[in-house]
């Protein structure tokens, strides 16, 4: 078997675009990827024509050989545009073995070690008394973890950290209040805040309130987290923004987080994503993968998910709480993983278990869609 093409699709479906890649195969076989750089889809899309120019000819069987050689065969090595496009596709080579030799992906992982996956949801709403009755109406729907937005998390212009941090407090301990003791309950910053920020937010709430604090700063310096870990207790989530496994290695050695939020369609794809994982759980870090993306991310991420032993939850953005993103559009995606309450199951279908409207989804046109710039008051700049 030999690959014959690389074909991307950069296409808008629901709110957002989604870049799938398609890898073609001599014998008819064909499997499905997806990249994860949001926003920058056209970047990558640059960067798979570069990798298609030799993966021509090659035989897909080979994703460790394959993935070594795209990472490696050039000076100016990784980065997120890079890994971004060997993500595709290695999630589409494992696609095809998969599918060639009539076995689920995860049995290409080292088989099955649970047979659903536990999801965690989003509230939506700004804090107040609606993002409460969210958190309610996700526990009715059987949910037992779930992730709370910030104070303006959706302004598109102006955005000031401090004039929302007590507000936000606030409101996590009324959502606390709300739902009792046994709900996980955390939170998304968006690594918006500073280290005192996120650390006066924090001592803004009882011991107790969150289980987890999901990016609160950003990730480019680990001993800034340190200085953070110093200044509160609260569990840290993050690393959906790393694009390999050398990213994750002074988090993960230094013991600084609790939860990898790995993005499997920017860390390198499923072969990246199992070396993180494994190296994860020599220091009891859990995998609580990032997952805002399609229904190709999903499914790549289901499978991840299910063959790794220390996992906590799966991010879904198809809860009763977020019916506005349309990410998963079963027009274009007729066959894909469906959540059953708050439960993703396993697919016991050959390669990903996903289906692929090409034909629909070739006549979609890209928009181009850019991250609100946002300032601050003073007219600096600040992190979205």
């Given at each position: 078997m030999k690959i014959t093409a690389i074909k991307s699709y950069a296409v808008k479906v629901g709110i957002r675009n989604q870049l799938l890649v398609k890898v073609e195969?001599?014998?008819g076989i064909f499997g499905w990827g997806e990249s994860g750089l949001s926003g920058r889809e056209k970047a990558v899309v640059g960067a798979l024509e570069h990798y298609a120019e030799f993966l021509r000819g090659r035989d897909p069987f080979k994703i460790g050989a394959l993935w070594q050689e795209m990472y490696r065969s050039q000076y100016f090595e990784g980065g997120r545009v890079l890994q971004a496009a060997?993500?595709?596709?290695d999630i589409a080579l494992y696609d095809i073995k998969g599918k060639a030799l009539g076995v689920p992906v995860y049995e290409l992982l080292g088989g099955k070690q649970r047979d659903r996956i536990p999801t965690f949801a989003t509230t939506f709403a700004e804090p107040g008394p609606a993002m409460v009755e969210q958190a309610q109406m996700l526990v009715e729907h059987g949910w037992t973890a779930m992730r709370l937005s910030p104070?303006?998390?959706e302004h598109k212009e102006i955005y000031e950290p401090r004039e929302h941090i007590a507000t936000t407090a606030k409101w996590c301990v009324k959502?606390?209040?709300a739902l009792g003791d046994d709900v996980v309950l955390g939170i998304d910053y968006h690594h918006r805040l500073t280290v005192a920020e996120a650390?006066?937010?924090c001592q803004k709430m009882p011991k107790g309130t969150l289980d987890f604090l999901e990016e609160p700063i950003r990730d480019e310096s680990p001993s800034s987290y340190e200085a953070l870990r110093r200044m509160t207790d609260i569990p840290f989530a993050i690393g959906e923004e790393f694009a390999s496994k050398w990213q994750f290695q002074p988090y993960i050695e230094r013991d600084i987080h609790q939860f990898n939020r790995l993005d499997v369609c920017n860390v390198g794809g499923l072969t990246e994503s199992m070396k993180v994982?494994?190296?994860?759980e020599t220091h009891y870090?859990?995998?609580m993968p990032h997952n805002p993306l399609g229904p190709v991310c999903t499914a790549a991420t289901v499978h991840f998910s299910a063959a790794v032993p220390n996992f906590s939850w799966l991010e879904?953005?198809?809860s009763p709480a977020e019916t506005h993103l349309g990410f998963d559009n079963s027009d274009f995606f007729p066959v894909q993983p469906w959540l059953e309450g708050a439960y993703y199951p396993v697919s016991d279908t050959p390669g990903l278990g996903i289906e692929v409207n090409e034909e629909l989804i070739a006549r979609q046109s890209f928009e181009f869609w850019e991250a609100p710039h946002l300032k601050r008051r003073d007219g600096s700049v600040t992190n979205w």
């Open positions: 195969t001599d014998e060997i993500s595709a596709i104070s303006g998390h959502t606390r209040e650390a006066s937010f994982a494994a190296w994860s870090v859990d995998m879904t953005r198809n």
